[in-house]
């Protein structure tokens, strides 16, 4: 009966570790920016930090739009308290902080706090998503 019951803590516990670890996106830096912008595709580069309360609550909606949009559209996450010179380079005064391009990689939108998953989805088709 122990045993099970430990089985069973092992298992839960080893399969929220991983939903958890699967829920960030890997933050970006300049070279991954860039090329998302140079690939014809509209992009939203997102700017927060992990431990952002907003930017956690935005973490599984990045995520999912990332595997959602794949061949569509690109979606970027950077930490900014990990590369805050990168954050410094596209303007970020607040975080979050996101910032949707078009398929040229010009700058069409900023938005500033949270953003749902309807409202980047909005947008990412403004900037011409397909």
Same mark, same amino acid.
């Given at each position: 009966?122990?045993?099970?019951?430990?089985?069973?803590?092992?298992?839960?516990?080893?399969?929220?570790?991983?939903?958890?670890?699967?829920?960030?996106?890997?933050?970006?830096?300049?070279?991954?920016?860039?090329?998302?912008?140079?690939?014809?595709? +509209? %992009?939203?580069?997102? $700017?927060? #930090?992990?431990?952002?309360?907003?930017?956690?609550? *935005?973490?599984? =909606?990045?995520?999912?739009?990332?595997?959602?949009?794949?061949?569509?559209?690109?979606?970027?996450?950077?930490?900014?308290?990990?590369?805050?010179?990168?954050?410094?380079?596209?303007?970020?005064?607040?975080? +979050? %902080?996101?910032?949707? $391009?078009? #398929?040229?990689?010009?700058?069409?939108?900023?938005? *500033?706090?949270? =953003?749902?998953?309807?409202?980047?989805?909005?947008?990412?088709?403004?900037?011409?998503?397909?």
């Amino acid at each position: 009966m122990k045993l099970n019951v430990v089985s069973t803590l092992l298992l839960t516990f080893g399969f929220l570790s991983v939903s958890a670890i699967a829920a960030e996106l890997p933050s970006s830096n300049d070279a991954a920016i860039q090329a998302a912008l140079a690939s014809g595709k +509209p %992009t939203m580069a997102d $700017f927060g #930090a992990r431990t952002c309360i907003p930017c956690k609550k *935005m973490a599984p =909606i990045l995520e999912e739009l990332s595997r959602e949009l794949k061949g569509r559209a690109n979606v970027t996450f950077t930490d900014v308290w990990k590369d805050n010179k990168l954050g410094g380079q596209y303007g970020v005064q607040m975080i +979050p %902080t996101q910032i949707f $391009f078009d #398929a040229k990689g010009k700058e069409i939108k900023r938005h *500033m706090g949270f =953003i749902d998953k309807t409202e980047i989805l909005k947008e990412l088709k403004n900037a011409g998503m397909k």
